[in-house]
């Protein structure tokens, strides 16, 4: 490929990651305080909706990949996925029941989830050198979250955060004005369904050794590295959806807290720069995100993949761990900005060795299987889990306790990261193997 060809090639993928995080990240973080606090609906409600997504996700991939591999062009797919997924996002939005929202959310991730899995592939199967280029066209996704998030959180603070009221009052004030980021998603994916056919031509493969690519994933999948990395990647998502369930309400409190004391002048910079609603502060976890995966094309020659899992499930525990034991605004800022190490170093750096030894004409399904265990089983474990099970036992007089909560994924990734040392192969394994 020339460089012209290369220099034209990257805008478009660029701008495929913003417009698909930003679809994802204008709700993903405002949804648990939206149902629990707006709508009302239980802790173990919400928690089966945000596992009706998942289940979805986990049916999607099979399909999704067989389809990008072996019947029609992935930019096409990823065309039809996404205007249908603007439709059932909007429809989230003003839906207003436990059941109905529960079932959409059940179709909306059976469409939504395979596309993160679909984009990364069409990434990799055009980018020149997937190592040097790949992080400088992912870490447009993450500017795209911020963007989404920080808008949000900037039409909270403007138009949903009332003054001069009891904190109770700016609490549900923002809990319904939450809404309106399912708007914002949908106008985003109507945007990324169209761009999508602007996208180069990843036609299905021609080379097929076997006619469903999922039996040739399986067997695939099922040697070192893989075999470990997608069964720690189940654990690794209970503690994800800890974060992405509870911070943003977590976070709320904080700010509201720290922004109503006239004398913080750094909590009332914080919010006027990031808004509120506890989506906008988050994003600080996507800034840094940036520099890390700016960073990825040095790292990933520098340090082994197995280092740079291992680097992520440390700042996974180190996160849980300031949340639990150290809830004031500063550490739980720098707590936030771990996010960058645990998605670029684990989430980010699994993807590339999925990329990396799979065979060719299997890629697309199998980061479908892998994103099947992140946002498919891994979400629906992790949202019974943390809501239904540690979240009910973490309530203390209709209150959560945020120390005893978060110190449970805390002990996960302690977990997990033994599980790392002890079974992911060396460098020199794999090449002995090799």
């Given at each position: 490929m020339t460089e012209q060809k290369t220099m034209f090639l990257l805008p478009r993928l660029s701008v495929m990651m913003f417009l698909q995080f930003a679809i994802w990240g204008a709700w993903l973080p405002i949804l648990y305080p939206f149902?629990?606090?707006?709508?009302?609906?239980?802790?173990?409600e919400t928690g089966l909706c945000l596992?009706?997504?998942?289940?979805?996700?986990?049916?999607?991939?099979?399909?999704?990949?067989?389809?990008?591999?072996?019947?029609?062009?992935?930019?096409?797919?990823?065309?039809?996925?996404?205007?249908l997924g603007a439709v059932l996002v909007y429809m989230l939005g003003t839906t207003e029941t436990f059941v109905p929202f529960a079932i959409l959310s059940g179709v909306y991730g059976f469409v939504y989830a395979p596309t993160i899995a679909l984009t990364n592939?069409?990434?990799?199967?055009?980018?020149?050198?997937?190592?040097?280029?790949?992080g400088k066209v992912r870490l447009w996704g993450t500017v795209g979250w911020i963007a989404a998030g920080i808008a949000v959180g900037q039409y909270l603070r403007i138009w949903s955060t009332p003054v001069d009221v009891p904190i109770e009052e700016i609490t549900a004030a923002q809990d319904a004005g939450r809404a309106i980021a399912f708007t914002v998603s949908a106008v985003l994916g109507v945007i990324m369904g169209f761009f999508c056919l602007t996208l180069p031509h990843t036609p299905p493969t021609?080379?097929?050794?076997?006619?469903?690519?999922?039996?040739?994933?399986?067997?695939?999948?099922?040697?070192?590295?893989?075999?470990?990395?997608f069964l720690i990647a189940v654990p690794v998502s209970v503690i994800h959806q800890f974060y992405f369930v509870f911070t943003s309400d977590f976070v709320t409190g904080i700010q509201n807290s720290a922004g109503s004391n006239a004398a913080n002048s750094f909590a009332s910079g914080i919010n006027t720069i990031l808004g509120v609603g506890?989506?906008?502060?988050?994003?600080?976890?996507?800034?840094?995100?940036?520099?890390?995966?700016?960073?990825?094309?040095?790292?990933?020659?520098?340090?082994?993949?197995?280092?740079?899992?291992?680097?992520?499930?440390?700042?996974?525990?180190?996160?849980?761990?300031?949340?639990?034991?150290?809830?004031?605004l500063v550490p739980v800022i720098f707590g936030v900005a771990l996010h960058g190490l645990c998605f670029g170093c684990f989430i980010f750096v699994a993807f590339m060795v999925v990329d990396e030894y799979c065979s060719k004409d299997v890629r697309a399904t199998a980061q479908n299987f892998f994103n099947l265990v992140i946002v498919g089983v891994g979400i629906i474990v992790g949202s019974l889990f943390a809501t239904a099970v540690v979240g009910e036992w973490a309530m203390v007089d209709g209150k959560m306790d945020y120390s005893v909560?978060?110190?449970?994924?805390?002990?996960?990734?302690?977990?997990?990261?033994?599980?790392?040392?002890?079974?992911?192969?060396?460098?020199?394994?794999?090449?002995?193997?090799g």
């Open positions: 149902l629990l606090g707006y709508r009302e609906f239980s802790l173990t596992s009706a997504g998942a289940i979805g996700a986990i049916f999607g991939p099979f399909i999704a990949g067989q389809l990008a591999d072996r019947v029609i062009s992935t930019e096409k797919l990823l065309c039809i996925s996404h205007l592939s069409l990434a990799f199967h055009h980018l020149p050198n997937r190592d040097r280029d790949f021609q080379n097929q050794k076997d006619r469903f690519a999922w039996l040739e994933t399986l067997r695939e999948i099922s040697v070192q590295p893989l075999v470990t990395l506890g989506g906008g502060l988050m994003t600080i976890g996507q800034m840094s995100e940036i520099v890390v995966l700016a960073c990825m094309p040095i790292l990933a020659v520098k340090f082994s993949k197995k280092t740079l899992l291992c680097t992520g499930l440390v700042a996974y525990g180190l996160r849980m761990a300031i949340f639990s034991y150290f809830p004031t909560l978060f110190s449970v994924p805390m002990w996960i990734a302690l977990a997990c990261l033994v599980l790392m040392l002890l079974f992911y192969p060396s460098v020199k394994s794999l090449q002995a193997k």
